[in-house]
């Protein structure tokens, strides 16, 4: 088993930054690829960005390239995500997930292992 926290959301200005953390703790001697998603009010959960599982590929959703930067400190067992510019629509809960896909998925589904989330809000 292994178990995912997410930390460092918050209320936001159009246009700033936020990064957020997520920790691993449990069975965390076999690597996984990790993924952010996120889920705004009244719509599916939507894949946001992933690494594999040593950090050398990552993959972005077409609504957040260029703006948000997803990384990975496995000497921490902690996942990154890097969000600038961010903008209204980008307002949701994101969650951290865990697979042990070998590349990097964009379903859910594809994800054993799931944080609890943390609010972003960004206001206009």
């Known amino acids: 088993q292994v178990q995912l926290v997410e930390s460092g959301g918050g209320l936001v200005q159009a246009g700033g930054s936020l990064r957020l953390s997520c920790a691993a703790s449990?069975?965390?001697?076999?690597?996984?690829?990790m993924g952010w998603f996120r889920q705004a009010p009244g719509k599916e959960r939507e894949f946001v960005a992933g690494?594999?599982?040593?950090?050398?590929?990552?993959y972005y959703a077409d609504s957040v390239k260029g703006r948000f930067t997803i990384s990975r400190d496995n000497a921490k067992n902690t996942v990154y995500l890097q969000m600038n510019s961010l903008k209204p629509e980008d307002t949701a809960v994101y969650y951290c997930?865990?697979?042990?896909?070998?590349?990097?998925?964009?379903?859910?589904?594809?994800?054993?292992?799931w944080g609890q989330g943390t609010q972003v809000t960004v206001s206009s």
């Open positions: 997930a865990a697979s042990n896909k070998y590349t990097i998925p964009t379903r859910d589904y594809e994800y054993a292992y």
């Open positions: 449990g069975r965390t001697d076999s690597t996984y690829v």
């Open positions: 690494i594999s599982r040593y950090g050398r590929n990552t």
